[in-house]
């Protein structure tokens, strides 16, 4: 017994107290939850950019007779205001409005494959995809053939 409590005041005394400990542990994990914090909030903003883009894109070839190549012009430029010309073309490819006839319909879908790189870590890719759906402004196309 007495040589276990000898052995517990040698490793004491060499062993250095804990204080200030929980510093150190927080100055290396700071950057870890700043970086998880802009990462989301990063991802959110393409994610509520593209969302607006799209459904004003969509609104806009519905209230246009069903104009889809300036529904889908608005749609890019609002993605260019807000998030510059080099992200806005990275949705270029998959930024579609088409027509729904059997709905009196215009819908439209913007999609992109973004990656985020991380210095010194690696790079993390994730997607955005977002929808709209928008009748058309002349929506009542009449009685049906035959009525008077």
Avoid: C
Wanted: aromatic residues 14%; hydrophobic residues 45%; without cysteine.
């Amino acid at each position: 017994m007495k040589r276990l409590k000898r052995l517990t005041r040698k490793l004491k005394a060499i062993l250095p107290d804990e204080k200030g400990a929980a510093l150190f542990e927080y100055a290396l994990v700071i950057f870890v939850y700043a970086g998880l914090i802009f990462f989301i909030s990063w991802w959110w903003w393409n994610q509520a950019v593209a969302s607006s883009a799209i459904h004003d894109g969509v609104r806009t070839a519905g209230a246009r007779y069903g104009d889809l190549t300036q529904g889908r012009q608005v749609a890019y430029e609002r993605l260019h205001i807000a998030l510059g010309r080099l992200n806005a073309d990275q949705y270029q490819a998959g930024l579609t409005v088409w027509s729904d006839p059997t709905h009196r319909a215009v819908q439209g879908q913007a999609q992109a494959e973004r990656t985020l790189d991380v210095p010194f870590l690696s790079s993390a890719t994730f997607w955005v995809q977002v929808g709209s759906f928008q009748r058309k402004w002349q929506f009542y196309g009449g009685p049906p053939s035959g009525w008077e």
